[in-house]
């Protein structure tokens, strides 16, 4: 134990193992033995321990490192937490110079630096992962630049649209997703080694050299301050609820899309599941796990800001049921993310369905913006064009089937060439603003420049 000797008795049994947190916080053991690592050699840099203390903890830690990395490490139901674990063990290979290692040092602010390299490393292969949607979401769009569709709002078929245009509206999200966990790295990586339990090093350990070689970007102002955040945890745990809601909504649309109904889409049999009872059944299990996982990760950051809301300052122990909403997360989004990637390249798309579900009511507004071309004011012209929509389904035909005289009653500055208002592809390449759907070409390749 590292602690004990002013005590009369040891922990109630049902508490230790309530205190312990070895059981997940093994996981942040290349996070410790890099932290300690770096620690003993500041130590010796400030003449606290001889070169070869030092040495003998690095090999020795070096060692601990196989036992993990083997899952060969075994502990001891003393073991409270993965710093306990790791200089107990420390200590039965290289004895001595093992005690030396805590020396102005606190669980506190080694937890706190575990805690940011083990999450900085985390935002890496989560931005890795997101890069990897992204590519398959553009090789799709490249494919299906004049593959047209209905654009929906409210589920209701509301314009002509290209697939690929509605494909890349998520690739600007997760592009805001990467930036985000690109900014939660930036904010993590600031050193607390060195702020001890909360006051500071009384040793004159340089600071700075520990941060550079522990790959932080600076170093913590504020000893209190350093043992007490949180926030880069809810910083990620926040970004991470807001690319899952993403994935999960990308995931609603395709389990439609990808409905008989719809049949836009049909997923890959790799990515789908049969019913045990039903033997025709083909169903979007990945997609709806999907969609079922945001509520974990939304339930994470929500943990997470409970558990900060009520602590004092500095360091508490309420803060060690910060790690396991943060595992849960990076562990979740290691999956969603490949899975979502691995649907999007294996999904057939179905362009003659998609073209077929395209109705002509989808071009009203075209033909409210034929009027406003020929001088009437937008809400004179959409209030025409809706009475033209009700005469065609009172008629039961399409707006196109309406005469001349019908759309001249309506108003007089139709001329014959209405008819080629009813042209899907004409509508979507009248909408050539920036962002819009007949300037989809141009978003693409800003969209490959922003990968490369
Ligand atoms: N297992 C603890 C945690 O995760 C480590 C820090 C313990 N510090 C202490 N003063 N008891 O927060």
Redesign the pocket.
Known sequence: MLWGSRFDKPPDELFARFNN?FHF?WRLYDADLRGSAAYAQALARAEIISAREADEIARGLERVRGEFARGEFVSTPDD????TAVERRLYELIGEPAHKLHTGR???D??ATDTRLFLIDACASIQAAICNLQSAICNLSERHLDTLFPGYTHVRRAQPISFAHYLLSFFWALERDRARFADARKRAAVLPLGSG?LAGNPFNVDREFLARTLGFERVSENSLDAVSDRDFIAEFLSAAALVQIHLSRLAEDFIYYSAPEFGFIELDDAYTTGSSLMPQKKNPDALELVRGKTGRLIGDLNTLLVVLKGAPST?N?D??E??EPLFDAADTLAMTLPIVTGVIETMRVDAAKMRAALDESMLATDLAEYLVRRGVPFRQAHHVVGALVKTAQARRTKLSALTLDDFRAASEKFGADVYAVFDFDASVRSRQTFGGAGAVKAQLELAKQSLS
């Open positions: 947190s916080d409270e937490d993965i710093h606190s669980r506190n080694q937890v339990a360091y122990k803060f060690q910060d790690k």
